[in-house]
């Protein structure tokens, strides 16, 4: 079942994109603390284009890659005349080339991915491929900032928990499951969008697999990066058993 497709037409409606906005706000954090001025940037599973949008007015020229042809529609929208590449391909494998030399990779001096799109990668190797992607596609010495759910954020708040939202045009329920073997949550969201008088109803399946910061940590270092923070998100706390999420600043050796 394809994720984020009829998602997209709603997912900044819900205010989804209000956590991306949140990080544009920590990486300013991170940039001062760690001396970082990047000139240019692509954001990993950029969904709609909100963290672009924010990274774009800090002089960043940005790019932003997403296996979903639905959210980058929305994206081009929001982001037009800003001057942003986007990619439609799918992690973990990609590579981007120069759109005026087809034989040139394209590297960047930020990469960014946010809101638990790195969750979605369902086994070790393929996070540590989509690390291996990455460290290929930054200049040397360029940084890799992305936030991830813990495995405790996945039983806590997702397993046999059920969400649910209303605005005017739409509805959603979330029913979430947790198997605490595979460290593998489910949601399965409902959605309801106004349409004239009728409503109409879809469905998506999301799956997100938790790591251990240990694990995170060792795919990054064995990936080509050095680890210069490893966070409680948001802050600059070491993370502890009962973080939900947890933030990256890697910086490609
Ligand atoms: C939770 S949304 C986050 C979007 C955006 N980063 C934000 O903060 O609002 C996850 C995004 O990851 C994308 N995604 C999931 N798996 C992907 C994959 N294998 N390759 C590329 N994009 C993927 C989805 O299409 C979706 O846009």
């Known amino acids: 079942m394809p994720i984020y497709n009829k998602f997209a037409s709603v997912y900044d409606t819900m205010n989804a994109d209000r956590h991306s906005v949140q990080m544009v706000d920590y990486c300013k954090k991170i940039f001062k603390k760690f ?40 994206a081009a929208k929001k ?55 990455t460290a290929k596609h930054l200049n040397h010495g360029g940084y890799f900032i992305f936030d991830m759910n813990t495995p405790t954020a996945l039983k806590t708040i997702w397993d046999e928990q059920t969400y649910a939202g209303k605005k005017d045009d739409m ?44 694990t995170i940590k060792k795919l990054l270092r064995s990936s080509g990066f050095a680890l210069d923070g490893f966070y409680e998100c948001r802050t600059f706390d070491n993370p502890t058993r009962e973080s939900y999420r947890v933030c990256a600043v890697a910086r490609k050796r």
């Not at 692509?42 to 007015?57: H, P, V």
């Not at 990609?94 to 990668?121: A, E, I």
């Not at 593998?184 to 004239?196: L, R, V």
Request: charged fraction near 25%; hydrophobic fraction near 35%; glycine fraction near 6%.
């Open 35 to 74: 001396k970082i001025k990047p000139k240019t940037g692509l954001d990993l599973c950029c969904g709609t284009g909100t963290a672009i949008s924010k990274l774009s007015e800090l002089g960043i020229r940005m790019s932003g890659l997403d296996q979903s042809a639905q959210m980058l529609a929305v």
């Open 79 to 133: 982001l037009k005349g800003k001057n942003v590449t986007l990619y439609q391909k799918e992690l973990p494998g990609f590579r981007l080339l120069d759109k005026n030399d087809s034989k040139k990779k394209v590297t960047f001096d930020l990469v960014t991915s946010f809101y638990d799109s790195l969750n979605y990668m369902l086994t070790e190797s393929k996070l540590k491929q989509a690390f291996i992607s």
């Open 171 to 214: 509805a959603w329920i979330w029913e979430n499951e947790y198997n605490p073997s595979k460290k593998q949550a489910i949601c399965k969201a409902t959605f309801f969008k106004k349409k004239g008088n009728l409503w109409e109803r879809f469905e998506e399946e999301h799956h997100e697999q938790g790591y251990a910061n240990t």
